[in-house]
């Protein structure tokens, strides 16, 4: 019952930047983490960052910390994924997921997005 929509991804060169957004809509009253996951070719899809209702607590993976900062706006029912200094192995299809736990555990997620491609090349 919760629709997510993932925009703002794209190529860009090594050490760019991306801005990536999650518009959520439906019931999400029960469903107000939120979380952006990664999935590269022949990989599995891995957790990168995590976000509570009121953001006050935030997980970031390691590959990610210092570089990636998620937040969010919840009168604009968005999420953002701001990427910063951007690596060849950032490329994935990035995906947005809500549930009710902050967890990087991408199997405590019940809805998510159709995923946005990012492209980290020369």
């Known amino acids: 019952q919760v629709q997510l929509v993932e925009s703002g991804g794209g190529l860009v060169q090594p050490g760019g930047s991306l801005r990536l957004s999650c518009a959520a809509s439906?019931?999400?009253?029960?469903?107000?983490?939120r979380g952006w996951f990664r999935q590269a070719p022949g990989k599995e899809r891995e957790f990168v960052a995590a976000i509570s209702w009121a953001g006050s607590t935030t997980y970031h993976a390691d590959p990610v910390k210092g570089r990636f900062t998620i937040s969010r706006d919840n009168d604009k029912n968005t999420v953002y994924l701001q990427m910063n200094t951007l690596k060849p192995e950032d490329t994935a299809v990035y995906y947005c997921?809500?549930?009710?736990?902050?967890?990087?555990?991408?199997?405590?997620?019940?809805?998510w997005g159709q995923g946005t491609q990012v492209t980290v090349s020369s």
């Open positions: 997921a809500a549930g009710s736990t902050t967890s990087p555990n991408k199997n405590l997620y019940a809805y």
């Open positions: 439906g019931r999400t009253f029960s469903s107000t983490a």
